[in-house]
C-alpha cells in the first residue's frame, strides 16, 4: 500500500453546452512532482486545471488530496487547500498596484480590521526580491510594468502563500531567456520543497527540463500518461497530433508505484 | 517629481484644484461678488446634496456599473420620508430609518439584478429611473409633504441650520489636528518599514497649505450672517454632512477589503473573480452603499425645500455623474478617486452659480454645462494617453 497522491483527479467531466470539453480525465501528482499536462488548444488541458483552480465548476468527478475527497466550489475554496494557480493571463488588476495585486484577495489585516498596507508593502518586497532583485517600482499600477514583471507579481502569490500544490498555466510563454530561467529555478526549489507542481506547456524544451511526468490531452480526454524521460520530443508531438498512445514504453500514472492499474485510458 | 513622490493622480487632483481656483477667481473678477461669503455658502450647500451621491457612485463607476435611477430614488425615499411625518403623523428619525430601508431595499433589487442576474446596470437602473419616479407620484399621490420638526429641518442647512461660529471653528481645530497626526503618523510608520520619506519640506508645504484653505473657509462661512441674526452662520449643516460622508467612503477606499476590491473588480473582472474575490457578492453591497447615500441625500433634500414633492432630484442622475466624471472617475473603470467627486461637483456648482451671477440664462447654462462635461471628458483621454494609462 502506497501513500495517497498529493492530488488525485477521478473521472472528472467538464461540459459547455453541448461540446465535452474535459471527459473522464483521471490524473495523479505526487509531492515534489512536475506533472506537464500537454495538448492543442482546446485539448481541455486549461479547462481541467481551472476546475482544480476553482475558477469552472466541476460537472462530475471527484478531486482528493492526499486521499481525502475535497469540494472546490470557486477559487477561495482551492487557495484553502494550498492549491495556488498562475493563470496564463495572470489574473492581475492592470489598474493596481504591484503589492495589491500580491495580495488581492487575501489582504493583511490591522488588529482593526483595515488593510494593513505597510506590512503588506514590506512583506511584498521581500519575496520580489527572491524574485528578482531589480524590481524596484512596486507602487505603480502593474500596466506599467514588462512582461517579466508582471510575471513576477504573478508567480509571487504562489510564494507568498506557501503553495502546497502549484498550477502554472503557459508560465514562460511571453518571457524572455533570462525570465525563463528564473521560472526554471523557482520550478526546481518548489519541487526541492515538496510542492507538486501541473505545468501546461506549449514548449518542448521546457516540458523536458522540468517534468518528471506528462499527460497529453486530446478533445478532451487524457491519450497517455508517461515519465517523461522514457520518450523523444518527436514521440511527445505525434502523440499531441495525432492522439495516438506511444506504446513503445509504458504508461505511468503514478511516480512511485501506480495505485490506479486498471484505469488505462484509452481513445473513443 | 520622483523624490517628491507624485502619481500622476496627485497631479490630476492638483491640477483640478487649479481649476476651480482659476474658475472662482474668473467669475469673481468679471461679476465682482464670486467670493463673498454670502455666495460660497450657498455655493457649498447647494453642492452637498449633488457631492453625497457622487461620492458613492464614483465607486459604482470605477467597478465598471453605472446608477441611472439615483435621482428617482432620492425623489421616492425623499417623499416617503416626508409623507411618513407629515401625514401619517411619524417621528422624524423612524421616518428616515423607513426610508432607509425603503432605499435598501431599491438597491437590493436593482444591485441583486445587476450582480446576480447579470443584467447590465444600465439597463437595471435605466428601468428604476421611471419607475422609483412613478412610485415617488404613488407615495402621496402627487401631493406635497411640509415637514416642520425644527431637528429634522437642521439638516438641510436654512435658517439655524448651520454649527455658529464656535462650533464651526472647534470642528476646524479638531480636522487640522487630525489631518497633522495622520501626516505625521503616515511618516512615523514610513520611517519605521524602511520606506523611503517624503522631502519634510514638502509634507509641511502641503500640510500647511489643507490647513490654511481649511480656515479660509471656516472663515468665509462664519462671516456670512443672515439678515436678522446677531452672528454669522457658520458651516452650514449639509456640508457638516457631506464631507462625514466623504471621509467615511474615502475610509472605505483606502482601508477595507471591500474598497480595494471594488477598484480590482472595475481593474479586471475576471482576474477579481480568479484570485478569489466574491463579485458578486462586493457588487451587490456596493450598490447598498449607494442607497445609503441616496437616503443621506434625500433627506438633506426635502430638509432644504421643506417638503417632500413627486418631482424631487429630476434630472439629478445627470449631475451626479457629470460630477464624477468631471472629477477624474473613468467610464470604462477600474479609476477615480472620491475627492475627484467632490471637485467635480464643485466645479459644476462653480460654473452654474457664476454663470447665474453673470445673468447667463438657463438655456445658455446648460450647454455650456453639458460641453464643459464634453471638455472634461475629453481631457480626460488625453490625459491617460499621456501617463501611459492608456495606449490608444
Not at chain 1, 486530446?218 to 499531441?240: C, S
Not at chain 1, 500514472?253 to 495505485?259: N, W
Not at chain 2, 436678522?228 to 467615511?248: C, E, N, R
Amino acid at each position: 500500500m502506497t501513500a495517497s497522491p498529493l492530488v488525485e483527479i477521478i473521472g472528472m467531466h467538464k461540459a459547455f453546452g453541448g461540446v465535452q470539453a474535459v471527459s473522464d480525465v483521471n490524473l495523479a501528482l505526487d509531492a515534489g512532482e512536475v506533472v506537464a499536462v500537454l495538448g492543442h488548444n482546446g485539448a481541455g488541458k486549461s479547462t481541467l486545471m481551472k476546475m482544480l483552480a476553482g475558477a469552472y465548476p466541476i460537472d462530475r468527478g471527484e478531486i482528493r488530496i492526499v486521499g481525502d475527497v475535497v469540494h472546490i466550489a470557486n477559487p477561495a475554496d482551492s487557495q484553502a487547500l494550498g492549491i495556488e494557480t498562475i493563470h496564463q493571463t495572470l489574473a492581475l488588476a492592470d489598474n493596481l498596484d504591484a503589492v495589491a495585486n500580491l495580495f488581492l484577495g487575501r489582504e493583511l489585516m490591522t488588529r482593526w480590521n483595515t488593510m494593513d498596507d505597510y506590512a503588506m508593502e514590506a512583506a511584498a518586497r521581500k519575496v520580489f526580491a527572491q524574485l528578482n532583485p531589480n524590481f524596484r517600482n512596486i507602487r505603480e499600477p502593474v500596466r506599467s510594468l514588462s512582461g517579466g514583471q508582471r510575471q513576477v507579481v504573478a508567480i509571487s502569490r504562489a510564494l507568498y502563500f506557501n503553495a502546497r500544490i502549484l498550477i502554472m498555466d503557459e508560465p514562460c510563454a511571453a518571457l524572455g531567456p533570462e525570465e525563463t530561467r528564473m521560472v526554471h529555478d523557482l520550478v526546481r526549489r518548489l519541487k526541492a520543497r515538496g510542492v507538486g507542481v501541473f505545468l501546461i506547456s506549449h514548449d518542448m524544451p521546457d516540458v523536458f527540463a522540468l517534468s518528471d511526468r506528462l499527460a497529453v490531452m486530446k478533445n478532451g480526454r487524457v491519450i497517455g500518461t508517461y515519465r517523461t524521460a522514457d520518450l523523444t520530443e518527436d514521440e511527445v508531438l505525434g502523440m499531441i497530433i495525432g492522439g495516438k498512445p506511444v506504446t513503445r514504453v509504458a504508461q505511468q500514472h503514478r511516480t512511485l508505484s501506480s495505485r490506479l492499474p486498471s484505469l488505462q485510458e484509452t481513445p473513443p | 517629481m520622483e523624490s517628491l513622490q507624485l502619481s500622476a493622480l496627485d497631479l490630476r487632483l492638483g491640477l483640478m484644484a487649479v481649476v476651480l481656483a482659476v474658475m472662482a477667481a474668473t467669475f469673481h473678477v468679471l461679476t465682482g461678488n464670486f467670493l463673498t461669503p454670502e455666495n460660497l455658502y450657498n455655493i457649498a450647500q447647494q453642492t452637498a446634496v449633488v457631492g453625497i451621491v457622487a461620492t458613492a457612485i464614483s465607486l459604482v463607476i470605477v467597478a465598471r456599473h453605472i446608477d441611472l435611477s439615483v435621482g428617482s430614488v432620492v425623489g421616492f425615499v425623499g417623499v416617503l420620508i416626508a409623507y411618513l411625518q407629515y401625514t401619517a403623523g411619524w417621528h422624524w428619525a423612524t421616518a428616515c430609518l423607513a426610508g432607509l430601508a425603503a432605499a435598501i431595499l431599491a438597491g437590493m433589487y436593482q444591485g441583486g439584478l445587476t450582480a446576480y442576474l447579470g443584467v447590465p446596470s444600465f439597463v437595471v437602473t435605466l428601468g428604476g429611473l421611471m419607475s422609483f419616479r412613478g412610485a415617488a407620484f404613488l407615495v402621496a399621490n402627487g401631493k406635497t409633504q411640509p415637514v416642520t420638526d425644527p431637528v429634522f429641518l437642521w439638516f438641510g442647512g436654512g435658517l439655524d441650520g448651520a454649527l455658529g461660529i464656535a462650533g464651526s471653528w472647534t470642528l476646524a481645530a479638531v480636522l487640522a489636528a487630525l489631518l497633522c497626526w495622520r501626516i505625521v503618523q503616515a511618516r512615523r510608520a514610513k520611517a519605521k518599514h524602511g520606506f523611503p520619506l517624503r522631502p519634510l519640506a514638502a509634507d509641511i508645504a502641503f500640510t500647511l497649505g489643507l490647513l490654511a484653505l481649511l480656515a479660509a473657509f471656516t472663515a468665509a462661512m462664519c462671516a456670512y450672517q443672515l439678515p436678522g441674526k446677531s452672528a454669522g452662520q457658520g458651516i452650514p449643516a449639509p456640508v457638516v454632512i457631506w464631507g462625514t460622508v466623504v471621509l467615511a467612503v474615502a475610509f472605505i477606499v483606502r482601508r477595507t477589503r471591500f474598497g480595494r476590491y471594488v477598484y480590482a473588480i472595475g481593474g479586471n473582472p475576471e482576474a477579481a473573480r480568479l484570485v478569489g474575490i466574491p463579485v458578486r457578492r462586493v457588487t451587490l453591497q456596493l450598490f447598498l452603499l449607494l442607497s445609503v447615500t441616496i437616503t443621506i441625500a434625500a433627506i438633506v433634500s426635502v430638509s432644504r425645500l421643506n417638503a417632500g414633492t413627486n418631482s424631487m432630484g429630476t434630472g439629478m442622475e445627470l449631475y451626479v455623474i457629470a460630477a464624477a466624471v468631471i472629477g477624474g472617475v473613468s467610464l470604462s473603470g477600474g479609476s477615480g478617486t472620491v475627492l475627484g467627486s467632490v471637485l467635480g461637483a464643485l466645479i459644476i456648482q462653480f460654473l452654474d452659480s457664476g454663470l447665474l451671477l453673470l445673468d447667463v440664462g438657463i438655456g445658455q447654462r446648460m450647454i455650456i454645462i453639458g460641453q464643459v462635461l464634453i471638455v472634461a471628458v475629453a481631457f480626460d483621454v488625453l490625459y491617460r494617453r499621456w501617463t501611459g494609462e492608456r495606449l490608444a
